[in-house]
């Protein structure tokens, strides 16, 4: 007992948070992984999204769509990487 805390308060109130701000950069890893390997919204992920893209660039002889799509794929990855950068700056002491 800690503080004369209950063993369930001393873990809600004082070792998860400490582990939770150790834990939040690998899980921000994680997720921009997740990101990266798994489909971005519903039904469009990243391998249909630049299939798509090549199937269009192939038909217009062009590689516009190529990097209009690589543009989206980067938005979105920056926007999960700023999300888990404000996150650890909110929780940082120093």
């Known amino acids: 007992m800690t503080l004369g ?3 369930g308060t001393e873990y ?3 070792k998860l948070p400490q582990v ?4 939040f950069p690998s899980l921000g890893n994680e997720v ?16 249909e999204l ?3 893209a090549q199937n269009a660039a192939s038909r217009q002889f ?3 769509p190529i990097f209009i799509a690589g543009v989206f794929y980067f938005i ?3 926007i999960v990487s700023k999300l888990f950068e404000y996150g650890e700056k909110k929780m940082s002491y120093y």
């Open 76 to 78: 979105m990855n920056g």
């Open 20 to 23: 939770f701000r150790m834990v």
């Open 12 to 14: 809600f109130y004082i």
């Open 50 to 52: 630049f299939r798509t």
């Open 32 to 47: 921009i992984t997740l990101v990266k390997d798994t489909a971005l919204a519903q039904t469009i992920g990243v391998m």
């Open 62 to 64: 062009s590689t516009v």
């Open 5 to 7: 805390l209950k063993p």
